[in-house]
C-alpha cells in the first residue's frame, strides 16, 4: 500500500487546473435565447474572408452569406461538379445560385486534406468544417485520420498568419468534456470510454501544430439566417444526422501571440530513482528539479513549465543500503502544441537528467558520487498515450 501522507507536489512549472477540466452545466447550454442565438452567430469577425469546405448541400454558406452580407465566404465541397452535388444533395443548386447571387463564391473539386492550392488562391483568415465525416458508416480510426489530415493541410494554409481553423463535431467525437459533453454511444461522461471513442480532436491539434482554443456549443444553425441549414451526409448519403444535444465547436490557432490552449490532453510516467541512503528530502528534492530544469533549458527544449513531478513513495531495502524513491510525471501544455514525440522527448530529458544529478551530500566528481542516482528499470522508457484533459493519477 503506498501511503500518500507525506505526498508532496514537486512542480516544474504546470499549473494543473481544475477550471480547465470542469465541465458547464448542461442546463447552460440548452438556453437557447435569441441573443445568445445571436452572439453565436456573430462569432466571425466584419470583413473577415471564411472558407467552408465540406459544406454538402451549401445550406450553411448561403445563410451564412445571407446573413451576414458583411463577410467573405466561399463555400467549397469536394465533388466535382454541380449536377454531381445536385444528383447526392437535392436543391444544392438553389442554394449556390444563392450565395452567387449575394457576393459570395463558390469552388467545387476542393479537398478537404489538401487546401494548398484553394488555399493560395483564397487566402482565408477562418477555415471552417462542419461535422467532417467519412462515407458509410462510423469509423473512428479513419474519423481520427480525417480530421488529423484536415487540421495539417488547414496549418499549413494558414502557417505565418494568425488565423484560425474551426471544426464543429457531433457531441462526444471532440472528447474535451466540455459544456456536459457526452461519451458516444454508452460511454460515461469523463470516462475512459468517453476518451477512447471520441477522436481526440486536441490530440490531432497538437499532431498539425496547432493549440486547440475554444469549445463552445454550435449553436449557428439556430441563428438568424441559418434556420434552413440541416447537417446532412449520413452514411455518405443525403441525409440528416443526428448531432445529439450539444454539438460542439473547436477552435484551433497556432502558438504564439499569447495564444493558449483548452481542455488541453496530457501524457502520463512514472519516475523510478535507486538513490543514496542518506538522500535528503528536502534538499535533494528541490536540487533534482534544479537539475531538471537546467538541463531541459541546456537541451533548447524549454519545456519545463510543461512537466509537473509528484512524489509517490520512498523505500528503503531490508539490507539498509539501498533506497528508492519514485516521482509521477505528468507532460502537459497550454501554450505550445504537445504531440507525442515532443512528451517522448522530455521525458528522454527528465530521465537523463536524474541520472547527472550530484546529491548534496555527496560533492560532484567525488568516487560515492558516481552512479549515485541511477534510474531504475521499472521506470518507463516511453510515456503513456494521450490522456484526456481530466486525467490525474489514481495511486492505491
Not at 73 to 81: E, H, K, P, Q
Amino acid at each position: 500500500m503506498r501511503s500518500r501522507a507525506s505526498a508532496m507536489v514537486v512542480s516544474l512549472g504546470l499549473a494543473w487546473s481544475a477550471r480547465l477540466a470542469a465541465p458547464f452545466p448542461r442546463s447552460a447550454v440548452r438556453c437557447r435565447a435569441p441573443l445568445q442565438r445571436l452572439m453565436a452567430h456573430l462569432g466571425f469577425p466584419a470583413g473577415e474572408r471564411v472558407l467552408i469546405v465540406g459544406d454538402g448541400d451549401f445550406s450553411y454558406s448561403a445563410g451564412l452569406v445571407a446573413s451576414r452580407p458583411d463577410l467573405d465566404v466561399v463555400a467549397s465541397t469536394l465533388i466535382g461538379a454541380e449536377e454531381d452535388l445536385e444528383a447526392r444533395y437535392p436543391g444544392s443548386s438553389a442554394n449556390i445560385r444563392a450565395i452567387s447571387a449575394l457576393g459570395g463564391h463558390v469552388r467545387f473539386g476542393v479537398d478537404a486534406t489538401d487546401l494548398s492550392e484553394t488555399a493560395a488562391l483564397v487566402q482565408p483568415s477562418c477555415i471552417r468544417f462542419n461535422f467532417p465525416h467519412i462515407d458509410g458508416k462510423s469509423n473512428t480510426k479513419h474519423n481520427r485520420a480525417l480530421l488529423s489530415k484536415f487540421l495539417a493541410s488547414a496549418a499549413e494554409a494558414l502557417r505565418g498568419s494568425r488565423g484560425r481553423v474551426e471544426v464543429s463535431l457531433v457531441e462526444g467525437q471532440g472528447g474535451s468534456g466540455a459544456h456536459g459533453e457526452r461519451g458516444l454511444g454508452d460511454a460515461e461522461a469523463h470516462s475512459d470510454r468517453h476518451w477512447r471513442l471520441s477522436w481526440m480532436a486536441s490530440v490531432a491539434g497538437a499532431d498539425a501544430g496547432l493549440l486547440m482554443t475554444s469549445v463552445e456549443p454550435f449553436t449557428d444553425q439556430d441563428a438568424p439566417g441559418l434556420e434552413g441549414y440541416v447537417p446532412q451526409g449520413a452514411r455518405g448519403r443525403g441525409r440528416r444526422f443526428d448531432t445529439r444535444d450539444v454539438p460542439l465547436l473547436h477552435e484551433f490557432r497556432l502558438p504564439g501571440h499569447g495564444t493558449s490552449a483548452v481542455f488541453a490532453h496530457c501524457f502520463h510516467t512514472e519516475l523510478h530513482l535507486q538513490i543514496p541512503v542518506d538522500w535528503d528530502n528536502t534538499a535533494d528534492d528541490k536540487g533534482l528539479v534544479g537539475c531538471i530544469r537546467t538541463q531541459l533549458q541546456q537541451r533548447g527544449l524549454h519545456g519545463m513549465e510543461d512537466v509537473s513531478m509528484e512524489y509517490l513513495e520512498d523505500f528503503i531495502y531490508p539490507e539498509g543500503d539501498r533506497r528508492c524513491r519514485a516521482w509521477s510525471c505528468l507532460f502537459r501544455s497550454t501554450h505550445r502544441p504537445l504531440p507525442r514525440a515532443r512528451a517522448q522527448t522530455l521525458w528522454n530529458a527528465v530521465r537523463d537528467s536524474a541520472e547527472s544529478y550530484t546529491p548534496v551530500h555527496q560533492p560532484e566528481g567525488s568516487e560515492s558520487a558516481r552512479g549515485s542516482v541511477q534510474v531504475r528499470t521499472k521506470s518507463t522508457t516511453t510515456v503513456s498515450r494521450p490522456l484526456p484533459s481530466w486525467f490525474a493519477p489514481s495511486r492505491n
